[in-house]
């Protein structure tokens, strides 16, 4: 019996080699707690590179469905009183109603579903199971450009727990993706210099990392004479998550003698804490402008940003969002969750406006950037938490074929699959693929 037997796989070298993603979180005891002010951040006079890009912009515990829905349908659509916000980029964005995931259980595991179209009760035996996510998709082929594949935002960092997440990518094997809620951590990495010592050091822990990861691959081929089909499939997606590592070890090698760009901190009010009643809008607004500065310097083409994870969330003036969400149809908590509906959409507006502003090639950055913004779950009109009619606004991407200003009103319970609009945007990111999840084809009426 080879000597693997005897010596199994640990939990250390697991977390070793997985090294990326385990660190501890920030407590607010570890800092001060720094008094946020308004932004004065303004976007760069300087011109971007043409490329395609995605960002999807998650807010959880439905909307007020009633005040959200537009009553017409068509390129002559009369705003909602929601939607009337973003009025000023009706040409830039389509609203989509009725839309929905067939396989979604609904309720608070939305967001662990809303870009993997997953039923997370499939697979025999286990209480939970997700699928990859499309952002991953579009991450594998852009992020051999760029030094980060993807980013995850969140107001809440690390992966969370299952069906209730704080993240909404998923790798080849539905495993969640670790995100990132601090501005501060997400703008030092992106954009401080590491020093001599600091690269050196990186290179030490690649090494070290990749030497464990043989040791895995050696050992796991020993494994496999021995192991029944079904242990053989579980190790199978092990080792293919062992070879996302190694990829993944290999290319941050190849990124440590190529400088970070040169980003300044002028206006961005790194200090906000997104569970602070007092600074939920200035942390909502510095994170779009990192991810602004992000798409302006081509260090990511993919972000994911779950504004709250489900079953919490604030709104601008640190109302509990999740509470509001089980109105009843109270008419008074309606109208406060409406409230949050239309500040959450006033950050979006802004940013796109940011985007606008930026000049590229012959457009600007917003004509090139796919802004998929919306709720894995509708709270309906009495407060139920349903995967069909969930609010969905697509924006952005006018230069890679969307077609906008209109609203596509389809029928709750007839609609095509949200997966559609999901393979929309990975074939105009350049991905070659005509499937996806349970994707029926790409979305008419969006290109």
Not at 225 to 237: I, Q, S, T, V, Y
Not at 286 to 309: G, N
């Amino acid at each position: 019996m080879p000597s693997f037997f005897h010596r199994p796989l640990s939990r250390r070298h697991v977390l070793r080699a997985a090294g990326a993603a385990l660190t501890l979180p920030l407590f607010e005891a570890m800092t001060l707690s720094l008094s946020a002010a308004p932004s004065t951040f303004k976007p760069w006079d300087k011109s971007a590179a043409p490329h395609p890009r995605m960002i999807c912009c998650y807010i959880p515990n439905g909307v007020n469905i009633i005040e959200w829905v537009p009553a017409t349908s068509g390129d002559k659509y009369t705003f909602s009183p929601t939607l009337e916000v973003m009025k000023e980029h009706r040409s830039d964005f389509t609203v989509l109603s009725g839309m929905g995931h067939p396989n979604s259980q609904g309720g608070h595991s939305g967001a662990d579903t809303w870009l993997t179209a997953a039923n997370l009760k499939a697979k025999p035996g286990a209480d939970y199971s997700n699928s990859i996510s499309a952002d991953q998709l579009a991450a594998e082929l852009h992020g051999k450009q760029t030094r980060f594949p993807s980013l995850q935002l969140s107001d809440m960092s690390g992966t969370g727990g299952s069906g209730h997440s704080h993240t909404l990518s998923f790798d080849i094997n539905g495993s969640p993706l670790p995100a990132e809620n601090s501005p501060r951590r997400l703008f030092e990495r992106l954009f401080v210099p590491d020093s001599a010592g600091d690269r050196a050091a990186t290179l030490k822990r690649y090494a070290e990392r990749k030497s464990i990861l043989d040791d895995i691959a050696s050992e796991s081929k020993a494994l496999d004479k021995n192991l029944g089909a079904n242990d053989r499939r579980k190790l199978d997606e092990y080792l293919s998550s062992v070879r996302q590592t190694e990829k993944q070890v290999g290319r941050l090698q190849g990124w440590v003698d190529v400088p970070k760009p040169n980003v300044p901190e002028t206006g961005l009010q790194l200090g906000s804490q997104p569970g602070n009643g007092h600074d939920r809008p200035m942390w909502l607004d510095v994170m779009l402008e990192v991810a602004y500065l992000t798409f302006i310097t081509d260090a990511t083409r993919v972000i994911t940003f779950e504004w709250s994870r489900e079953a919490g969330g604030h709104g601008g003036g640190g109302e509990n969002h999740h509470e509001l969400s089980h109105h009843g149809g109270d008419a008074g908590m309606l109208s406060k969750l409406a409230t949050i509906d239309k500040f959450h959409l006033s950050r979006l507006a802004r940013f796109m406006g940011m985007l606008k502003s930026t000049a590229e090639a012959d457009s600007n950055m917003l004509d090139r950037t796919m802004i998929l913004y919306g709720s894995g779950m509708n709270s309906g009109k009495g407060g139920e938490h349903s995967p069909k009619n969930i609010p969905t606004l697509m924006a952005g991407g006018s230069k890679l074929g969307f077609k906008h200003g209109r609203h596509l009103a389809f029928d709750a319970d007839k609609h095509p699959p949200l997966s559609n609009v999901l393979l929309t945007m990975l074939q105009k990111m350049g991905v070659e693929t005509s499937k996806f999840a349970d994707a029926t084809g790409t979305l008419t009426g969006l290109v």
